[in-house]
């Protein structure tokens, strides 16, 4: 496919393009608010063409868009691309409002594109086992689920997403959405209510939110936590799955790698699951994406999906600020 990057960002250059790149996909150019940084992007990564103006960069002879702009500019960028008529691969969170995430589903739906979500977790193998083991039902009745996703924040990353110049920082929108579509994937289930704290610490001297603490009960009955961290350097991810039969406990399985280990504990005894597939989540990505644009299957992670992710982080951060239990149905509602 032919592509056209909106967004001259870390996650473009570390994951995507290189992902691109090995899947055999043409990189047209790139978009950035600023011409002179679009410029340099272009010349650093060896894509042909660059513009700061969206309509330019529509113009080009294109199928797919890849947006990885800071948060707050996604929707507008992805409702451009799909009038437009190119599919977009969009970053988490899909938008910052149920307004603007509706609008994005059904402006692609009018258009008759497909418009995914990057949350690239769905595509792990490490998750696609765990699925596997959650529907062979090993475990018998699905009662808890545990996300740890306390992480340290590298340097270079330590911009918008803790300085709260621009509406979408925090940690709510950049990892809660992951675990709750991951969970949504693996349960097979939606989450229907959240109560959550909030935190801030000594990283973010402006207030952004970088700590957060959530519980989410699913239509399935399932009981999750999720925890959520920007300041914790040393800490390992970890997603856990409890039933009536069995238990499940992986580690280091909320990354962007092919890595990571399952154990599971039923009554036979306790043994390490072999995880074949650890091929690089973005290519997988990638080829799903492809596949639903010629027709075939749906991406991992849909624009519908993107926008429970949405709801789910607006309910979280509405229970932090209203000290009480949201809905998910009162945060759809609007
Ligand atoms: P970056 O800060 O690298 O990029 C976001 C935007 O910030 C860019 O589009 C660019 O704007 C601007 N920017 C970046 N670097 C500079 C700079 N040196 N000077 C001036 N402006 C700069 O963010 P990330 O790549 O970390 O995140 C981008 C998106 O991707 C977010 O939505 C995030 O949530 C998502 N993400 C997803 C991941 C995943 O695995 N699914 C992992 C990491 C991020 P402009 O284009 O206008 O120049």
Known sequence: ???????????AATRVIPALRLSDHEIHGVLSSSETRAEEYAREHELAHSTSDLETLLSWPIDAVYVSTTNDRHAEQAVASARAGKHVLCEKPLALTIADATRMVETAREHHVVLATNHHLRAAGTHEK?????????LGEIYLARVGHAVGLSERLRGWRISGERPGSGVVWDILVHNVDTLRADLASDPVEVTSFTSTTSLSSLGVVDLSLCTLRFDNGV??????????????????????????????????????????????GQRVIEVEDRENLYVKTLRRFEEACAGRGTPYSSGDDGRVAVASALAALRSAHERRTVTLAEVLAG
Do not use: C, K, N, Y
Request: cysteine-free.
């Open 223 to 268: 009981l999750a936590t999720t925890s959520e961290s920007f300041a914790v350097p040393f800490g390992r991810t970890s997603f856990e799955i409890h039933g009536s039969q069995g238990s499940l406990v992986a580690s280091d399985v909320m990354t962007p790698d092919p890595i990571g280990e399952i154990v599971l504990t039923t009554s036979t």
């Open 1 to 11: 496919m032919r592509w056209a990057l909106i967004g001259a960002s870390d996650i």
């Open 130 to 138: 765990i699925r596997g083991i959650v529907r062979g039902g090993d």
